[in-house]
């Protein structure tokens, strides 16, 4: 039985990647008291193409003093694209005591010194909660804007209007509630903390004053000692995350040694965790390195957006402009290691050994009750279940009651154990060790692939941490690769029947199964490999067909017969290597299904 689809987004399209100084924060009252100020989210996006249609932005902000009057710039500022800065990015406007400040919000985008597109707002900025709005620079608008007599960028428009950018005509720009929709985008209400992010790079304007930067590159953006939930700091070679409950965790080592920019950075080489310890083929000598199986890979922490560039049509068309659109279901993840390999068959036969010592004697290892967990967040509770209802609930862990369900013996690492399977033919696994350790298993059910996480070190990552990682955090990508067309001859992934090149599919066999890392050119952002195609991975989460919102370190709520499961195998169309397509199988397991195990930064 394959997994089921669950939606049909098109092929994403491949955000340009976020490294402003201009990070997302949060405020206090300027007494030393904790309640949290309320601001505006600005996320700026383009479908501009760099730097043949603009090769910079000017942000300008002011405020009004009197009614159609307005201040000097408390923010002016210009980046070139893409050699200081690249878009999608967000910069946040802290509110200050005055209940009725608006302030008048000026974006242009400029080739050449000359300006191309404008996007102009006025808003007031709530003193009681975070509102989020997005602008867009578009080609819709381009050409609409000119310079005035004294040098100042306007809008062809009449007085008090600019173009939208999703019609291409002119509209006001003025915005009168939180609700309204404005350039392509809404202005959502949203509990403080839930669009927040501390990049590391912290800057912002406070409305009554002086920068919102809490004091510091990582502090969080707060004052008076509370943080923004999953924002994360370097402590030395540690980390800290925020809580759920606004206080600074624990410190947790990196497992690298180093932390910059509030997360750890660099790779462990996981010689040491068991599945890989034995040495050998499958072991020690993966990828065109040769290199341990086991090597997991720092993913610092960030916001994206879990839904980009959805389907209207059921198609899989790309955009032309190559950047994410559509934006829906944000995402806070913090910093963690996602293994660089799937699982191969020679890691999983040392599982299998530790587990059923002999076919027909006792178990040996069995998870503990509660393991698996992301220990390092919420001061050792874990991810927070979205949409648990009242009260703030946590994950469990490993359930003793599953423990019944780990039995990997020879004939339950086949396929063909589900009604639809495609039959014990394809099945990568074999009794004894032989030509395909390297390959990856391809028939893992969920209890197994959870355990196997946890007896290497490691837990199930969720399907945001996973999806996070394949979409390159904040750049929305495409592919995991970015946006280029895999091709068929096996660089980019393993898909189609394209593995090995000309033998097409096989009904009966695992030929098509190429050994983990062969498609060098498809590593993501981070470093993974195989992120699609080759095999489907199991997420932690019971699967829900809407995501839960919000997000902070979550993981869902709901019917946990069926798991998501993210990727694309070897078999499956171009349509499922796309990042944002998600799908879901019971938890007996469905084939063509492996496991990615993640593990404390």
């Not at 049909?8 to 100020?37: D, E, G, I, M, W």
């Not at 990015?89 to 050449?112: E, K, R």
């Not at 967040?377 to 609930?393: I, R």
Request: with cysteine.
């Amino acid at each position: 039985m394959s997994p089921r689809r669950a939606r049909s987004p098109s092929r994403a399209v491949l955000a340009l990647s976020l490294v402003l100084a201009l990070a997302l924060v949060a405020a206090f009252a300027c007494s030393r008291k904790t309640t949290q100020a309320g601001g505006l989210e600005l996320l700026i996006a383009t479908n501009l193409t760099s730097p043949t249609q603009f090769d910079s932005i000017t942000l300008e902000v002011q405020q009004q003093t009197t009614a159609g009057t307005f201040g000097p710039p408390l923010i002016d500022t210009n980046f070139l694209v893409p050699g200081e800065t690249s878009l999608p990015t967000s910069f946040a406007i802290v509110a200050g005591s005055s209940p009725d400040q608006v302030v008048l919000i000026q974006l242009v985008a400029l080739l050449h010194d000359q300006p191309v597109d404008l996007r102009e707002v006025e808003v007031q900025v709530p003193t009681d909660r975070v509102a989020q709005l997005t602008l867009i620079l578009s080609e819709s608008c381009l050409g609409q804007v000119t310079t005035s007599v004294g040098g100042q960028v306007v809008s062809t428009c009449p007085s008090g209007q600019s173009c939208q950018p999703a019609t291409g005509k002119c509209g006001t720009n003025a915005i009168p509630t939180p609700s309204t929709t404005f350039d392509g985008g809404t202005l959502v209400d949203a509990t403080v903390g839930a669009f927040l992010r501390d990049s590391g790079k912290v800057d912002g304007h406070r409305l009554d004053g002086g920068r919102a930067d809490g004091g510091g590159a990582d502090a969080g953006g707060v004052d008076g000692g509370g943080c923004v939930p999953g924002v994360q700091r370097c402590v030395g070679t540690s980390v800290e995350t925020c809580t759920v409950a606004g206080a600074w965790g624990a410190a947790a080592p990196c497992a690298t040694g180093a932390c910059a920019a509030g997360s750890c950075v660099g790779s462990t080489t996981g010689r040491g965790n068991p599945s890989c310890a034995p040495g050998g083929p499958g072991l020690t000598n993966c990828g065109s390195a040769a290199e341990s199986c086991c090597t997991s890979l720092e993913v610092p922490g960030g916001r994206f957006f879990r839904t980009y560039d959805p389907a209207t049509d059921g198609g899989f068309s790309v955009g032309p402009d190559g950047g994410a659109t559509h934006q829906a279901d944000p995402a806070t993840v913090s910093g963690l290691r996602i293994d660089k390999y799937v699982a191969t068959v020679g890691r999983f036969r040392q599982f299998q050994a530790a587990v059923k010592p002999s076919a027909s004697g006792p178990k040996g290892w069995t998870p503990p009750a509660g393991s698996g967990i992301h220990a390092y967040l919420n001061g050792g509770k874990g991810l927070v279940v979205a949409g648990a209802g009242a009260g703030t609930l946590y994950e469990t862990g490993w359930d003793p009651n599953w423990n019944s369900r780990v039995n990997p013996v020879n004939a339950s690492l086949l396929c063909g154990s589900q009604p639809g399977d495609a039959g014990p033919g394809v099945s990568t696994w074999t009794d004894a060790p032989g030509a395909n350790e390297n390959l990856p298993m391809n028939c893992v059910d969920w209890w197994e692939a959870y355990a196997f996480c946890i007896w290497d070190g490691g837990f199930l990552p969720t399907e945001a941490e996973w999806e996070y990682a394949a979409a390159g955090g904040e750049e929305q990508r495409e592919f995991p690769w970015g946006s280029a067309a895999p091709g068929t001859s096996n660089e980019y992934a393993i898909y189609a029947c394209n593995f090995p090149p000309g033998l097409g599919c096989t009904a009966a066999t695992s030929a098509n199964s190429a050994p983990v890392g062969t498609a060098t050119k498809g590593a993501g952002r981070w470093g993974q490999l195989d992120l699609v195609g080759e095999v489907y991975a199991w997420a932690l989460d019971p699967y829900a067909a809407a995501y839960p919102n919000p997000c902070v370190d979550c993981v869902e709520a709901g019917d946990a017969s069926a798991r998501a499961v993210r990727g694309g195998t070897f078999r499956t169309a171009l349509s499922t290597l796309v990042v944002p397509v998600r799908r879901f199988c019971v938890e007996q397991g469905c084939d063509f299904l492996d496991v990615r195990c993640a593990r404390a930064p």
